[in-house]
């Protein structure tokens, strides 16, 4: 029997509203051949909301997110914000607020290689061969939620690192139950040598580590583990961290997938899941036809799996992807000097591609 879920579609910014179409078009697809009833809705957020409203995330499209069962998000930003710092409304304000007000704690972002991308990396093949890496990063606390500061002569500025027990403990849970369905290893990357943040965030992970004697648990400072995943990441499996670096890790951990168009990620908390590309808006590109839809696809797919338990669907669209780079296809950011022009594609195309090997 299928299932019947409300799905809201966030488009966002930039490259955002090319790639979110065809992760939708995957998902009807799904739909349409196992016999689910998915209902799609649209909201706005981001620079498109602001100046259509003047807010980042309006207060329909927050009611709609609270209403779904689950979101897909494309990106947000634009170059007038980066130009500009003073703005004192910004797209990325609506993000944060849309993490904080549905409860999304958890950021699961899956780094795996694609065996047909290993010479898309700037990196060896032989180090990056049967890389698999689980990142969860803790995503309504650390400095991007804690008080800010500026003085009045604007010379001086602040943001406050703060951690209370309670966000280390339930994302800390999550991680080790996702580490017992993999290889049963966890790394927990701080930087408890300097921050007092990072000393609590090692304490709970260390007592929270005793419920779960079968996982084997390693504490990594930050600088460390960025070196490390580079130079071994095939040592990791699930990679447990807090905000700041867990945004930069994932960022790093990017070019071991050879590029941020072919990432994933999911959003959960204890209701509704939000799922979007790593990427940002991209606006150097944006309107080009030429981003890689690829990320949005696998968002999609990891909906299927972590908001309606559907992983034989999941597993459907990965091997579409899959069948679709072994077909040699590729957008621009994942050709090397092997590819054949007539098989380097833009969006539509790419996305299109994927389809006919879904159905």
Not at 201 to 228: C, G, L
Not at 285 to 292: C, D, L, R, S, W
Request: hydrophobic fraction near 40%; proline fraction near 3%; charge should be negative.
């Amino acid at each position: 029997m299928g299932v019947d879920k409300k799905i809201l579609v966030i488009p966002g910014d930039g490259i955002g509203q090319e790639v979110t179409a065809w992760g939708q078009k995957v998902l009807a697809t799904i739909a349409k051949n196992y016999n689910h009833t998915f209902h799609f809705d649209e909201g706005i957020m981001g620079h498109v909301a602001i100046e259509a409203t003047g807010e980042p995330l309006p207060d329909s499209t927050l009611d709609k997110a609270k209403n779904s069962d689950a979101i897909l998000f494309g990106a947000i930003g634009h170059a007038k914000y980066d130009n500009d710092p003073t703005l004192k409304v910004r797209p990325e304000q609506g993000l944060l607020k849309i993490r904080k007000e549905l409860g999304l704690y958890a950021n699961l972002r899956p780094i795996k290689l694609f065996d047909e991308l290993l010479e898309a990396s700037s990196i060896k093949p032989e180090i990056l061969r049967g890389a698999d890496i689980l990142f969860f990063r803790e995503l309504t606390g650390d400095v991007y939620f804690g008080e800010k500061k500026r003085t009045e002569d604007r010379n001086t500025a602040s943001d406050l690192m703060i951690y209370h027990r309670y966000e280390v403990e339930r994302i800390a849970r999550k991680a080790y139950e996702a580490a017992r369905t993999r290889r049963n290893k966890l790394c927990s990357v701080d930087k408890a040598n300097v921050l007092e943040a990072s000393r609590l965030w090692r304490e709970v992970v260390q007592e929270i580590s005793k419920d779960y004697p079968d996982v084997e648990t390693e504490h990594m400072f930050i600088d460390n583990a960025a070196m490390q995943l580079i130079k071994d990441p095939k040592r990791f499996d699930v990679v447990l961290t807090g905000n700041l670096f867990g945004d930069i890790l994932t960022d790093e951990a990017s070019q071991i997938a050879g590029s941020m168009g072919m990432l994933a990620s999911a959003s959960v908390g204890d209701k509704v899941g939000f799922y979007e590309p790593i990427h940002g808006s991209a606006h150097d590109i944006a309107g080009k036809g030429i981003a890689n839809p690829l990320a949005s696809i696998l968002s999609a797919a990891l909906m299927l799996d972590i908001s309606f338990g559907l992983k034989t669907e999941s597993q459907r669209v990965i091997k579409a992807v899959e069948a679709t780079l072994r077909q040699g296809y590729r957008t621009m950011d994942i050709a090397n000097k092997h590819t054949e022009n007539d098989f380097i594609m833009g969006t539509d195309a790419m996305g299109a591609k994927v389809l006919e090997n879904l159905n």
